[in-house]
């Protein structure tokens, strides 16, 4: 098992700039794929963005791909997420998770990291 603290989010201004940190407990993070959703109010939990073991491959929405990237630093069993040219349409709840591959679901949750972006 493994236990998920999302940090970094706050309020930022159309434009800017954020860099999310995922802290993973345990030591076979390097074992899981990852993954950033988010949810803004009133929507579902959409996908941003995931990320292999290895940090060998990424994978994006297509509504944020060329503005953020997923990185892991599985020495620091930490993940992160760099957004920039934010939106106020980024604004959302920010979580990462833990991809199971017995399951075939993201298994593992954080408790979220608000992203506010102001016009």
């Known amino acids: 098992q493994v236990q998920l603290v999302e940090s970094g989010g706050r309020l930022v201004q159309a434009g800017g700039s954020l860099r999310l940190s995922c802290a993973a407990s345990?030591?076979?993070?390097?074992?899981?794929?990852m993954g950033w959703f988010r949810q803004a109010p009133g929507k579902e939990r959409e996908f941003v963005a995931a990320i292999s073991e290895s940090g060998g491959s990424t994978y994006y929405a297509d509504s944020v791909k060329g503005r953020f990237t997923i990185s892991r630093d599985n020495a620091k069993n930490t993940m992160y997420l760099q957004m920039n040219s934010l939106k106020p349409e980024d604004t959302a709840v920010y979580y990462c998770?833990?991809?199971?591959?017995?399951?075939?679901?993201?298994?593992?949750w954080g408790q979220g990291t608000q992203v506010t972006v102001s016009s």
């Open positions: 345990g030591r076979t993070f390097s074992s899981y794929p």
């Open positions: 998770a833990a991809h199971r591959t017995t399951t075939g679901t993201y298994d593992y």
